[in-house]
């Protein structure tokens, strides 16, 4: 679809820093180049990348923050689709998450979760949260279409003996990132 009239693009809230692990994907320069496409991500790091999206799947529902009129957090539902190598989202006509994005286009999504298992907490697949931006896109329907441009990706798991959490970001200027807690 064309792509119209946006907010500008902001630069996400800082993510996990700890010890660089990877290589930047090298996309842009300065805070307001600080976002990507699914597949710039897939590109700069194609296993992290398919761990995030098979994480994104597992369900069909998710919730997503958007920002209020008045500046307050709004969680609403959404689905995501993975095609043409970006990620989308819709939303029905004048809904309040799709009016939220028209305004402010910054969002954050929370993949699907589970609790780890009581007897094997180290089986815990984890869950994907990302953070970035949406591009309305023009539609033969009354619905909102939107392109998510992603600042930070994010997978949360526990390590192999499942007595520590794990905790691996990318983003566009800073590449992958690895730390673990107790």
Not at 29 to 52: I, K, M, Q, T, Y
Not at 123 to 149: C, N, Q, V, Y
Request: net charge positive.
């Amino acid at each position: 679809g064309r792509a119209l009239p946006a907010a500008c693009v902001r630069p996400g809230a800082p993510g996990v820093r700890a010890v660089r692990v990877g290589r930047s994907a090298g996309l842009g320069s300065g805070p307001s180049r600080a976002v990507a496409s699914r597949s710039a991500l897939e590109a700069a790091d194609p296993a992290f990348a398919g761990r995030v999206r098979a994480l994104l799947s597992r369900r069909k529902h998710m919730p997503m923050a958007t920002t209020r009129r008045d500046g307050s957090p709004r969680i609403s539902g959404t689905e995501v689709e993975f095609s043409e190598g970006q990620l989308w989202i819709g939303s029905m006509p004048r809904s309040v998450k799709g009016l939220d994005l028209l305004r402010d286009p910054r969002l954050a999504i929370h993949g699907p979760t589970e609790d780890p298992p009581a007897d094997d907490p180290s089986g815990w697949k984890g869950e994907a949260k990302l953070a970035g931006t949406a591009t309305a896109l023009a539609t033969k329907s009354d619905g909102h279409r939107f392109r998510i441009e992603i600042q930070e990706a994010v997978i949360t798991h526990l390590n192999e003996a499942g007595t520590r959490l794990v905790v691996e970001s990318w983003n566009p200027a800073g590449g992958y990132r690895r730390l673990e807690r107790d």
